[in-house]
Protein backbone atom coordinates (compact mmCIF):
# COMPACT_ATOMS: atom_id res chain seq x y z
CA UNK A 1 0.00 0.00 0.00
CA UNK A 2 3.07 2.60 1.16
CA UNK A 3 4.29 1.85 -2.44
CA UNK A 4 0.57 2.59 -4.52
CA UNK A 5 0.87 6.17 -2.29
CA UNK A 6 4.22 6.74 -3.51
CA UNK A 7 3.81 5.78 -6.69
CA UNK A 8 0.78 8.03 -7.10
CA UNK A 9 1.92 10.69 -5.10
CA UNK A 10 4.76 10.47 -7.58
CA UNK A 11 2.84 10.70 -10.91
CA UNK A 12 0.28 13.75 -9.49
CA UNK A 13 3.62 15.53 -8.87
CA UNK A 14 5.74 14.93 -11.92
CA UNK A 15 2.87 17.16 -14.32
CA UNK A 16 3.66 19.92 -11.99
CA UNK A 17 7.32 19.57 -12.21
CA UNK A 18 7.69 18.90 -16.06
CA UNK A 19 5.60 22.28 -16.23
CA UNK A 20 7.67 24.16 -13.93
CA UNK A 21 10.44 24.63 -16.48
CA UNK A 22 9.76 24.04 -20.31
CA UNK A 23 13.24 24.03 -22.42
CA UNK A 24 11.42 24.28 -25.28
CA UNK A 25 9.67 27.67 -24.48
CA UNK A 26 13.01 28.35 -23.03
CA UNK A 27 14.22 28.46 -26.42
CA UNK A 28 11.80 30.68 -27.96
CA UNK A 29 12.50 33.00 -24.88
CA UNK A 30 15.94 32.90 -25.76
CA UNK A 31 15.33 34.46 -29.28
CA UNK A 32 15.01 38.00 -27.20
CA UNK A 33 18.63 36.95 -26.41
CA UNK A 34 20.00 35.75 -29.26
CA UNK A 35 20.04 39.23 -30.63
CA UNK A 36 23.05 39.69 -27.82
CA UNK A 37 24.07 36.28 -27.06
CA UNK A 38 25.06 32.75 -28.68
CA UNK A 39 24.74 29.47 -27.40
CA UNK A 40 25.04 25.69 -28.36
CA UNK A 41 28.02 24.08 -30.28
CA UNK A 42 30.24 27.27 -32.08
CA UNK A 43 28.82 30.07 -29.76
CA UNK A 44 30.95 33.10 -29.94
CA UNK A 45 30.74 36.39 -28.36
CA UNK A 46 28.76 38.91 -29.89
CA UNK A 47 27.43 42.10 -28.49
CA UNK A 48 26.98 40.10 -25.29
CA UNK A 49 29.26 37.34 -24.08
CA UNK A 50 28.05 33.90 -25.62
CA UNK A 51 26.30 31.47 -22.70
CA UNK A 52 27.30 28.46 -22.91
CA UNK A 53 28.69 26.97 -19.40
CA UNK A 54 26.34 29.15 -17.88
CA UNK A 55 25.78 27.17 -14.82
CA UNK A 56 28.24 27.20 -12.18
CA UNK A 57 30.32 30.21 -13.98
CA UNK A 58 32.15 33.53 -12.49
CA UNK A 59 30.38 36.56 -14.12
CA UNK A 60 32.81 38.26 -16.16
CA UNK A 61 34.94 35.28 -17.35
CA UNK A 62 34.61 34.69 -20.67
CA UNK A 63 37.48 34.71 -22.71
CA UNK A 64 37.17 37.33 -24.79
CA UNK A 65 34.74 39.47 -23.89
CA UNK A 66 35.10 43.07 -22.62
CA UNK A 67 32.74 43.37 -19.31
CA UNK A 68 32.17 46.04 -17.41
CA UNK A 69 34.07 46.60 -14.02
CA UNK A 70 30.88 46.14 -12.03
CA UNK A 71 29.98 43.22 -14.06
CA UNK A 72 33.81 41.55 -13.18
CA UNK A 73 33.60 42.46 -9.74
CA UNK A 74 29.99 41.47 -9.01
CA UNK A 75 31.21 38.58 -7.69
CA UNK A 76 28.52 36.67 -8.76
CA UNK A 77 28.78 32.76 -10.01
CA UNK A 78 25.93 32.19 -12.06
CA UNK A 79 23.46 29.76 -10.73
CA UNK A 80 19.47 29.44 -10.69
CA UNK A 81 18.92 31.73 -8.20
CA UNK A 82 21.20 34.33 -9.46
CA UNK A 83 20.22 34.08 -12.91
CA UNK A 84 16.69 34.61 -12.13
CA UNK A 85 17.59 37.52 -9.89
CA UNK A 86 19.58 39.16 -12.98
CA UNK A 87 17.35 38.38 -16.12
CA UNK A 88 14.12 39.63 -13.71
CA UNK A 89 16.13 43.49 -13.86
CA UNK A 90 19.86 43.66 -14.93
CA UNK A 91 20.56 46.98 -13.79
CA UNK A 92 19.35 46.33 -10.62
CA UNK A 93 21.45 43.51 -10.00
CA UNK A 94 24.40 44.89 -11.03
CA UNK A 95 23.99 48.77 -11.42
CA UNK A 96 26.47 49.80 -13.95
CA UNK A 97 26.17 46.59 -16.32
CA UNK A 98 26.79 47.12 -19.90
CA UNK A 99 23.68 45.13 -20.85
CA UNK A 100 21.06 47.35 -21.97
CA UNK A 101 18.87 44.72 -21.86
CA UNK A 102 15.05 45.66 -19.66
CA UNK A 103 14.52 41.90 -18.39
CA UNK A 104 12.00 39.48 -18.19
CA UNK A 105 9.38 39.84 -15.71
CA UNK A 106 7.18 36.62 -15.98
CA UNK A 107 8.07 34.21 -13.74
CA UNK A 108 7.78 31.28 -15.83
CA UNK A 109 9.19 32.71 -19.09
CA UNK A 110 12.13 32.60 -16.15
CA UNK A 111 11.85 29.59 -15.06
CA UNK A 112 11.69 28.39 -19.04
CA UNK A 113 14.61 30.29 -20.06
CA UNK A 114 17.24 29.29 -17.30
CA UNK A 115 16.17 25.38 -18.17
CA UNK A 116 17.26 26.14 -22.06
CA UNK A 117 20.56 27.73 -20.54
CA UNK A 118 21.45 25.26 -18.08
CA UNK A 119 21.61 22.51 -20.05
CA UNK A 120 24.42 23.50 -22.21
CA UNK A 121 28.07 22.73 -20.90
CA UNK A 122 30.87 24.94 -21.56
CA UNK A 123 31.71 23.46 -25.06
CA UNK A 124 27.95 24.20 -25.82
CA UNK A 125 27.10 20.60 -26.09
CA UNK A 126 23.86 19.19 -24.24
CA UNK A 127 24.13 17.73 -20.78
CA UNK A 128 22.92 13.99 -20.77
Known amino acids: MKIFIVVTT ?15 A ?17 AANKIGPELNGLDGRKAGSVAGFDYSDANKASGITWNEASFKEYIKDPKAKIPETKMIFAGIKN ?16 QGHVKK
Open 107 to 122: DKEVDDLWAYLKQFDT
Open 10 to 24: VLVAAPGVARAQDVA
Open 26 to 42: GENSFKKCAICHSIGEG
